[in-house]
T-cell receptor, first 113, second 112 residues
Framework: EDQVTQSPEALRLQEGESSSLNCSYTVSGLRGLFWYRQDPGKGPEFLFT???AGEEKEKERLKATLTKKESFLHITAPKPEDSATYLC??????????????FGKGTLLTVNP | SAVISQKPSRDICQRGTSLTIQCQVDSQVTMMFWYRQQPGQSLTLIATANQGSEATYESGFVIDKFPISRPNLTFSTLTVSNMSPEDSSIYLC?????????FGSGTRLTVV
């Protein structure tokens, strides 16, 4: 059973058309939830870390929110340069490795001009 | 924040051979991580590498196949040994930064 599920798998938007990406997770205890952006041929680029339900963070056109079961990445008035794969990862509180990240498969966002 | 230089960026290798991937961090970091990213799949943690101790491998990954070195606090290597076409993937290293985790740019490996 997947611990981190991202939806949709792919999303096409017109420039200026706002939308949201979803990341649902099932862990016994959440240490942190991370959002990354990944461009083709590059490594993931850090966007946000969220630690507790109700927390929100913003950066330019992006806003991340967190509940006890899911996180949303809201994209307001996107531009073509926002096209990328957006990855969600969770860090679980555990008796073993507290540093392990478990990733979802990502959402491929395409913003057309 | 830590910046990671990873090389090679890509390689095409013959089956049965080995490839060593290097990651250099511009600051000292306690923990480094190696991930595999297969097409259509999520990033999967291969192992955690601490300086001065043996790497800790995740379920499904073994040291004989993916030996890791961590000689100091700024450098680590991952070797993909006795490669088969199933090893074709993107391999990424990562380190804990002040804000979370930073990643190298990845190595795209194709085994023919």
């Amino acid at each position: 059973e997947d611990q981190v599920t991202q939806s949709p798998e792919a999303l096409r938007l017109q420039e200026g058309e706002s939308s949201s990406l979803n990341c649902s997770y099932t862990v016994s205890g959440l240490r942190g939830l991370f959002w990354y952006r990944q461009d083709p041929g590059k490594g993931p680029e850090f966007l946000f870390t969220l630690y507790s339900a109700g927390e929100e963070k913003e950066k330019e056109r992006l806003k991340a929110t967190l509940t006890k079961k899911e996180s949303f990445l809201h994209i307001t008035a996107p531009k073509p340069e926002d096209s990328a794969t957006y990855l969600c990862a969770v860090q679980e509180v555990s008796g073993g490795s507290n540093y392990k990240l478990t990733f979802g498969k990502g959402t491929l966002l395409t913003v057309n001009p | 924040s830590a910046v990671i230089s990873q090389k090679p960026s890509r390689d095409i290798c013959q089956r049965g051979t080995s490839l060593t991937i290097q990651c250099q961090v511009d600051s000292q970091v306690t923990m480094m991580f190696w991930y595999r990213q297969q097409p259509g799949q999520s990033l999967t943690l291969i192992a955690t590498a601490n300086q001065g101790s043996e790497a800790t491998y995740e379920s499904g990954f073994v040291i004989d196949k993916f030996p890791i070195s961590r000689p100091n606090l700024t450098f680590s290597t991952l070797t993909v040994s006795n490669m088969s076409p199933e090893d074709s993937s993107i391999y990424l290293c990562s380190a804990v930064a002040s804000y979370g985790y930073t990643f190298g740019s990845g190595t795209r490996l194709t085994v023919v």
